[in-house]
């Protein structure tokens, strides 16, 4: 399927993964931690990004990686957006 021995080595999980980290960090320190709907909203969809590259990594197949990077992408999106909502 690819050169990857795990989702861990792919570059675009890597930056997911600080991603996620950071918006945890932002979510403790900042107003935010006090929206709970949206602090825990922008938490799982930024930590969904990572987990969807890993999952379709982990399926074995090229169709099923790219289905789930388009899922990715689609977190990706959501998570900008409500980073939008709270500036």
């Known amino acids: 399927m690819s050169s990857w ?8 999980w890597q930056l ?3 991603f996620y980290t ?3 960090s932002i979510s403790d320190k900042t ?8 602090r825990d909203q922008i938490n799982h969809s930024s930590g969904s990004i990572m ?3 890993a ?7 090229n169709k099923e ?3 789930f990077l388009s899922i990715a992408k689609g977190s990706a ?5 409500q980073r939008i909502q709270n500036p």
Do not use: V
């Open 51 to 53: 987990d969807n590259i």
């Open 65 to 67: 990686f790219i289905y």
């Open 5 to 12: 021995n795990s989702f861990e080595e792919i570059e675009a």
């Open 16 to 18: 997911a993964h600080d």
């Open 31 to 38: 107003d935010l931690k006090a929206d709970f709907s949206l």
């Open 22 to 24: 950071t918006i945890i």
């Open 77 to 81: 999106g959501e998570a900008r957006s």
């Open 55 to 61: 999952e379709g990594f982990e399926r074995g197949g």
